[in-house]
Nanobody, 117 residues
Framework: QVQLVESGGGLVQTGGSLRLSCAAS????????MGWYRQRSGKQREMVAT???????NYADSVEGRFTISRHNLKNTVDLEMNNLQPEDTAVYFC???????????WGQGTQVTVSS
């Protein structure tokens, strides 16, 4: 099992910035993939960004150039720096951990990000 604890999020105006952080514990292996997903009201959960232990990042087209994901392998943490936030970024953001060995996902409890226009 993997436990994920998120922090950050909140309310920000259009064009503002926020930083999300996530700490993982439990059955952690550096080869596994960490990332962030989000779920907007009435929509399915979607990938925002993922990162490997080697630092290879993958972004959704909608956030490319505005969001930056980073990972600290020794601390088992992953952060998401969000800049130039737009109202369409309003969502519940979930930290994710995917075990390569079993293709199993683990999720954080979610943190609300609200961008006011």
């Amino acid at each position: 099992q993997v436990q994920l604890v998120e922090s950050g999020g909140g309310l920000v105006q259009t064009g503002g910035s926020l930083r999300l952080s996530c700490a993982a514990s439990g059955d952690i292996y550096s080869n596994d993939i960490m990332g962030w997903y989000r779920q907007r009201s009435g929509k399915q959960r979607e990938m925002v960004a993922t990162i490997t232990s080697g630092g290879t990042a993958n972004y959704a087209d909608s956030v490319e150039g505005r969001f930056t994901i980073s990972r600290h392998n020794l601390k088992n943490t992953v952060d998401l720096e969000m800049n130039n936030l737009q109202p369409e970024d309003t969502a519940v953001y979930f930290c994710s951990y995917r075990k390569r060995s079993t293709a199993t996902y683990f999720w954080g409890q979610g943190t609300q990000v609200t961008v006011s226009s």
